[in-house]
């Protein structure tokens, strides 16, 4: 195909034995008249097979045809069961980029779908439009099969507007991942944000909120803005301020919607580099909380289920999960009994039973020694581990033996300690086990009662400190 380049003007001309050009097929005939195929039923059989040939071929990714059959690698249904990912593609269908390109981007997204392997076990994809307003065109729970994503984005329809990619993040990042239309609990989530040119909105406010909900934006930008065309941009730094971090790995250059094949395959694999969704962690899915719940005598058993309601509705709040949060129990008088640690269960239905079945002790009240425990046992094993390390310990009385020393301990060691006092735990016991700033980490209530209205407070307080510490 000769490609010239006059003043931004792309003419293309079709030579024989190009059938697999992006947007032209054997017959020079542009996809777009393909495209409405499968949405109408009076096509003859053979004009149907061409089709299917034209898309078949249009989505070789990048491997030589020998005649032989490629070896299926894997199994179809299930998809790529390595490239674990939730991902909506929000493409340009602005007036930036027009009917042509527009149909040459459905196809790049065509051979970025076919090659990360859709399938139930592996990626899912959606796709949304952005233009004067947002348009999502399909969800996550729509199409599990390649095939049908490929037809799904074939039949996609330009709409022109402005470019309002700004508005078209927000609403993606707020409204696409829901259960309820298909997003999988622990699986990353990820935006490809693909833009022709520059957006005519700001992205900034929209990358805060992509991030604020777990997102991974990645921006595909294709032709850049030209001299004359960036004085309509309103802030140069856009991608930077959009990215989930502006490390270089979340943003991917194309000169050009035309060969693009060649960029499959590295956009892939980055889409498929797990462990750097840096964005993925947030305070629901990433930390440990480890509760210290006192069982001395002066609580009795009706406060003490009381107490375990509380640990309950705090633990309720986060993603349990093997690769999310973790959660652990240790019940305290004179001596400690460890009631379920991190690497126990993996689900937040088993923590929550396990929080349950907690059988109240009885006793005396050495909290100082049962930080020091929990400290050695509970967390130690996950010292190193991904996830940030809290304590919240619930005490309703005076300890016996010294807090201070075993909490600066606890906090030297990286464990952030949330005290919660009620009826006649003494405030500076409660202020020598917190960390600082201590008046945020310190909670006293006078009655068992008054946990409930607590537990907003202790949540958007790890998530507080989770993000801090992110910084």
Request: charged share 20%.
């Amino acid at each position: 195909g000769v490609i010239t380049n006059a003043g931004g003007a792309v003419r293309v001309q079709t030579l024989p034995g190009q059938e697999n050009y992006p947007a032209v097929n054997a017959n020079g005939i542009q996809s777009q008249v393909l495209s409405r195929w499968a949405s109408s039923f009076s096509v003859t059989a053979g004009a149907k097979n061409t089709a299917l040939e034209a898309v078949g071929r249009s989505v070789s990714t990048a491997r030589p045809s020998t005649g032989k059959r490629p070896k299926k690698t894997l199994d179809k249904k299930a998809g790529n069961k390595d490239c674990k990912a939730d991902i909506a593609f929000l493409i340009d269908g602005s007036y930036n980029i027009g009917q042509r390109r527009f149909n040459l981007q459905k196809n790049f997204v065509g051979k970025v779908a076919v090659m990360l392997g859709v399938g139930t076990e592996g990626p899912h994809v959606g796709v949304v439009q952005a233009s004067e307003h947002p348009k999502i065109e399909f969800y996550l729970k729509n199409f599990t099969a390649a095939k049908e994503v490929l037809f799904a984005i074939k039949e996609l329809g330009f709409r022109g507007g402005n470019s309002n990619t700004g508005k078209a993040l927000k609403y993606t990042a707020q409204k696409f991942f829901s259960l309820e239309n298909g997003a999988r609990k622990g699986i990353p989530k990820i935006i490809v944000v693909f833009l022709d040119g520059w957006p005519s909105d700001d992205l900034e406010e929209a990358g805060i909120v992509a991030r604020e909900f777990g997102v991974n934006v990645f921006i595909v930008s294709v032709a850049k803005p030209t001299t004359e065309e960036l004085g309509m941009v309103q802030d140069i730094g856009f991608v930077d301020k959009a990215v989930c971090r502006n490390n270089g790995f979340f943003s991917y250059q194309m000169p050009t919607w035309f060969g693009t094949t060649k960029y499959v395959k590295p956009l892939v694999q980055k889409l498929c580099s797990h462990e750097q969704m840096l964005c993925s962690k947030t305070c629901y899915n990433s930390v440990n909380i480890g509760f210290l719940i006192d069982g001395s005598s002066s609580v009795g058993e009706s406060n003490f289920r009381l107490m375990l309601e509380f640990v309950s509705n705090v633990a309720k709040a986060f993603e349990i999960s093997d690769i999310g949060s973790k959660v652990a129990a240790v019940q305290f008088t004179y001596s400690q009994r460890p009631e379920f640690g991190f690497a126990d269960y993996g689900t937040k239905e088993k923590v929550l039973s396990a929080i349950r079945n907690i059988r109240y002790m009885s006793g005396g009240t050495a909290t100082g020694d049962a930080i020091s425990f929990t400290t050695k046992n509970v967390f130690g094993p996950v010292k190193d581990g991904p996830n940030k390390n809290f304590l919240i310990v619930l005490t309703d009385g005076q300890s016996y033996d010294d807090v201070r020393g075993p909490a600066a301990a606890a906090q030297k060691a990286g464990i952030t300690v949330f005290s919660v006092g009620v009826a006649w735990a003494p405030l500076d016991d409660l202020k020598d086990m917190a960390s600082e700033p201590r008046e945020s980490h310190t909670f006293f209530t006078r009655e068992f009662t008054g946990l409930e209205p607590m537990v907003p407070d202790i949540i958007r307080g790890i998530c507080k400190d989770f993000l801090d510490s992110k910084q």
